[in-house]
């Protein structure tokens, strides 16, 4: 797997160690919405009603390592991981954004915290998973718990995992940015039924564009972590998660999609190399 690292802390606040007491399990968004939005599988903003039962809903949460809280490069392998997706990601979206909608992408970074956070979206905590927050137009991730997070849900950590996170995040920013976020809240307003598919497919949406990214910076280096890539994606699908945590499967709460979507628009996107292609709205009827 191609190692997309960097010790350049330039896009990232870190803000470890810092108390703000959060909220677990998430928190919403104007519109009804939840804040981030989940891997695709592998991408993981489970900000979602099944990751309390997951983790635990004792209120407790981890605390990532804040030894290098005051570092002003990225030190630790996760940190570097984390760092270098920043700084590929949006180096792909300042060439694609303009080409693909005509549009300007506009930087933004990443916040590390520890335990709890305050945004501009409410206050969360470590058990909201990463999340983008569209009032701030920040990625929110607690790396400690991102770790936890990834080895309950898909049996282990890898740069494959860690990089698509954040490539899904940040194209929570890209739907920011072309105005796609607030269509959705708009939506939500009006009809909850409507808004809850329009949220999902503003998640696969963002599973599509981290797609896109991977296909065209060569992040996976062959077809077995093409195939190891699919599998997470399937891994948090909504069906996978309920079976996991409740035994049943209602998709009637789906707020993210089932396992087939998010391993269908993970490779739309990753097959075309073209934001473009990554319209999970038209299937809504």
């Known amino acids: 797997m191609t190692k997309i690292r960097s010790t350049d802390k330039s896009n990232i606040q870190d803000r470890r160690g810092q108390s703000s007491g959060g909220f677990p399990g998430g928190f919403p968004i104007p519109g009804g919405l939840k804040a981030g939005g989940g891997w695709l599988?592998?991408?993981?903003?489970?900000?979602?009603?099944?990751l309390p039962k997951l983790l635990g809903s004792?209120?407790?949460?981890?605390?990532?390592?804040?030894?290098?809280?005051?570092?002003?490069?990225?030190?630790?392998?996760?940190?570097?991981?984390?760092?270098?997706?920043?700084?590929?990601?949006?180096?792909?979206?300042?060439?694609?954004?303009?080409?693909?909608?005509?549009?300007?992408?506009?930087?933004?970074?990443?916040?590390?915290f520890t335990d709890g956070v305050s945004t501009a979206c409410g206050q969360a905590s470590s058990q909201t998973g990463p999340f983008y927050c569209p009032a701030d137009s920040l990625v929110y991730v607690d790396l400690g718990f991102l770790?936890?997070?990834?080895?309950?849900?898909?049996?282990?950590?890898?740069?494959?995992?860690?990089?698509?996170?954040?490539?899904?995040?940040?194209?929570?920013?890209?739907?920011?940015?072309?105005?796609?976020?607030?269509?959705?809240?708009?939506?939500?307003?009006?009809?909850?039924?409507?808004?809850r598919q329009y949220g999902i497919a503003l998640e696969l949406q963002a599973d599509c564009y981290a797609g896109a990214w991977v296909g065209a910076r060569d992040v996976l280096e062959n077809a077995e972590e093409l195939d190891e890539a699919i599998s997470a994606a399937e891994a948090v699908g909504d069906d996978r998660i309920q079976e996991r945590t409740e035994g049943r499967i209602d998709p009637e709460s789906w707020t993210h999609g089932s396992a087939e979507q998010r391993k269908q628009w993970f490779l739309a996107g990753y097959n075309s190399q073209d934001p473009r292609q990554c319209d999970t709205f038209a299937e809504i009827g």
Not at 68 to 87: F, K, P, R, S, Y
Not at 168 to 191: C, F, K, P, S, W
């Open 41 to 50: 599988g592998v991408v993981v903003l489970l900000a979602s009603l099944f």
């Open 58 to 112: 004792s209120g407790s949460s981890l605390s990532s390592d804040t030894g290098n809280a005051g570092a002003t490069t990225c030190e630790t392998e996760l940190e570097q991981i984390v760092c270098g997706v920043a700084n590929d990601v949006q180096e792909y979206w300042t060439s694609q954004l303009p080409q693909s909608f005509g549009v300007e992408y506009q930087y933004t970074e990443v916040v590390w």
């Open 147 to 195: 770790q936890q997070l990834e080895e309950q849900l898909v049996g282990g950590t890898s740069d494959l995992a860690e990089q698509y996170i954040l490539a899904h995040e940040y194209g929570h920013h890209v739907q920011n940015i072309l105005g796609t976020n607030a269509e959705v809240q708009r939506v939500a307003q009006r009809d909850e039924e409507l808004g």
